[in-house]
């Protein structure tokens, strides 16, 4: 399952976690393939700069961590060559309905936040296998993949302080038996538009796109549009 968290950060502190990531992974990717000593130093340098940025982006979300919390943990994810190079991890989200037009939702065990399954992509299996076995273990709901709905950006939508690529499914109910993961979820439960629980993560933004896929509206896959200026965000008017 993947982790939800509850702060939303502004636009600037938005910009400021992705800086401090950008930073980050071109200073461990450089590291993962570097064989010069000064130029490893030189990148050693770049991550303590991105740490002190994500220290700033945390201070304005009220979160507590020192600087050396972030260097020693990108540090310890450095890999080499190509696996030392830094890519958003990806995630997989599944919007499963039934015949009744209904969405299969989870109830977070930890936050307590409802939100469609959701789980890490994991390797040796496609994006949409890891959607069928994400929904079964979460809910114990068998479902079949229809379409890709979107591919989200996790750090600019503002739910992930890390890079982080989500692929949305629309899928179908064709079985099972509703029961929540022990561990994972606190509840689990069909819901129509107007029966959303509270609190539910981000429904403002998939909440139309889901029910009317649900419904039977197929359209192209959604993607966020190229900023006008790529590193430093949208200008201000």
Same mark, same amino acid.
């Given at each position: 399952?993947? /982790?939800?968290? /509850?702060?939303?950060?502004?636009? $600037?502190?938005?910009?400021?976690?992705?800086? #401090?990531? +950008?930073?980050?992974?071109?200073?461990?990717?450089?590291?993962?393939?570097?064989?010069?000593?000064?130029?490893?130093?030189?990148?050693?340098?770049?991550? &303590?700069?991105?740490? /002190?940025? &994500? #220290?700033?982006?945390?201070?304005?979300?009220?979160?507590?961590?020192?600087?050396?919390? %972030?260097?020693?943990?990108?540090?310890?994810?450095?890999?080499?060559?190509?696996?030392?190079?830094?890519?958003?991890?990806?995630? !997989?989200?599944?919007?499963?309905?039934?015949?009744?037009?209904?969405?299969?939702?989870?109830?977070?065990?930890? #936050?307590?936040?409802?939100?469609?399954?959701?789980?890490?992509?994991?390797?040796?299996?496609?994006?949409?296998?890891?959607?069928?076995?994400?929904?079964?273990?979460?809910? =114990?709901?068998?479902?079949? *993949?229809?379409?890709?709905?979107?591919?989200?950006?996790?750090?600019?939508?503002?739910?992930?302080?890390?890079?982080?690529?989500?692929?949305? %499914?629309?899928? &179908?109910?064709?079985?099972?038996?509703?029961?929540?993961?022990?561990?994972?979820?606190?509840?689990?439960?069909? $819901?129509?538009?107007?029966?959303?629980? +509270? *609190?539910?993560?981000?429904?403002?933004?998939?909440?139309?796109?889901? $029910?009317?896929?649900?419904?039977?509206? !197929?359209?192209?896959?959604?993607?966020?549009?190229?900023?006008?200026?790529?590193?430093? =965000?949208?200008?201000?008017?």
């Amino acid at each position: 399952m993947l /982790d939800v968290g /509850d702060a939303q950060p502004t636009d $600037f502190t938005r910009d400021l976690i992705r800086w #401090s990531e +950008t930073l980050a992974a071109i200073a461990r990717t450089g590291m993962g393939f570097t064989q010069s000593l000064y130029e490893r130093e030189r990148y050693e340098e770049v991550l &303590k700069v991105a740490s /002190d940025i &994500k #220290s700033s982006a945390d201070d304005a979300l009220e979160i507590r961590r020192e600087q050396d919390h %972030f260097v020693q943990e990108w540090m310890e994810s450095i890999g080499e060559g190509v696996p030392g190079y830094v890519t958003p991890k990806v995630a !997989i989200g599944c919007i499963v309905g039934n015949d009744e037009g209904k969405i299969l939702l989870v109830q977070r065990k930890d #936050s307590g936040v409802w939100l469609y399954p959701t789980g890490w992509a994991d390797v040796g299996y496609s994006p949409a296998e890891v959607a069928m076995k994400e929904v079964e273990e979460e809910t =114990g709901i068998h479902a079949e *993949p229809l379409q890709l709905l979107g591919v989200v950006d996790g750090m600019r939508m503002g739910f992930s302080r890390f890079g982080m690529y989500m692929l949305l %499914f629309h899928m &179908k109910a064709v079985g099972g038996t509703l029961s929540g993961h022990p561990l994972e979820t606190a509840d689990v439960g069909w $819901f129509g538009p107007h029966e959303l629980p +509270t *609190p539910t993560a981000g429904a403002q933004w998939w909440g139309n796109m889901a $029910f009317e896929a649900i419904n039977g509206t !197929i359209r192209p896959a959604t993607f966020d549009a190229p900023r006008e200026e790529l590193w430093r =965000g949208i200008p201000e008017d």
